[in-house]
């Protein structure tokens, strides 16, 4: 199995763009989850879905952050606009059931909004 | 949820055991113990899960109490490779609404 995969490694974007991350889950898992690392703020989830539905999304900071799940195989987290206080690492991690049921994530896509 | 408390940082030499222990003393009956690893430019990797007593795999072992109320992640004899940050969460391992929050991790350096 390639494990989680996510696209692209690393962004860079001015501000005011749209920046869109993917990810695909290893197969057969039926939960994903989105992350953000930052140093200021630690791993922070921001949305999660099971079963390609969006269970929670408290954690997106604000109305820029959306989240789909088309499905089963892919994940999108996108923001528009983009501003530097986005710049973080965003890790997709997956589960094969339940939440804690051990993730695997993604190497994970550092952006950085300039 | 149960909310974790562990170490900010430990230091180790090569070749030593290091526990890392983490309290969680408003844990739920149903809840399990998870252990992660992290290595720098990289996401967390599973290391260990378990409910009560020891679970032991090849990476480590990890010690629970009877009250559960805290647990301990044994790496034996470890090596500069282990240099990461070790994170304990706590949730629910069957029920899909209970979201997992990392805390700020452990940081352990493995000297030379």
């Known amino acids: 199995d390639a494990g989680v995969i996510q696209s692209p490694r690393h962004e860079v974007t001015e501000m005011g763009q749209e920046v869109t991350l993917r990810c695909k889950p290893i197969s057969g898992h039926n939960s994903l989850f989105w992350y953000r690392q930052t140093m200021m703020r630690g791993l922070e989830l921001l949305i999660y879905f099971n079963n390609n539905v969006p269970i929670d999304d408290s954690g997106m900071p604000e109305d820029r952050f959306s989240a789909k799940m088309p499905n089963a195989s892919f994940s999108t987290l996108k923001i528009q606009p983009s501003e530097p206080r986005d710049s973080a690492v965003y890790f997709c991690?997956?589960?094969?059931?339940?939440?804690?049921?051990?993730?695997?994530f993604g190497s994970g896509t550092r952006l950085t909004v300039v | 949820l149960a909310k974790t408390t562990q170490p900010i940082s430990m230091d180790s030499y090569e070749g030593q055991e290091v526990n890392i222990t983490c309290s969680h003393n408003?844990?739920?009956?149903?809840?399990?113990i998870t252990w992660y690893q992290q290595f720098p430019s990289q996401g967390p990797r599973f290391i260990i899960q378990?409910?009560?007593t020891k679970v032991t795999n090849e990476v480590a072992s990890l010690f629970i109490p009877a009250d559960r109320k805290s647990s301990t992640l044994s790496l034996p004899r470890v090596s500069l490779s282990d240099t990461a940050v070790y994170y304990c969460?706590?949730?629910?391992?069957?029920?899909?609404?209970?979201?997992?929050?990392f805390g700020g991790g452990t940081r352990l350096m493995v000297k030379p």
């Open positions: 408003n844990i739920a009956t149903n809840d399990y």
């Open positions: 378990g409910y009560k």
């Open positions: 969460l706590v949730g629910d391992r069957y029920n899909a609404g209970n979201m997992l929050t």
């Open positions: 991690a997956s589960s094969p059931q339940g939440t804690n049921y051990g993730y695997t």
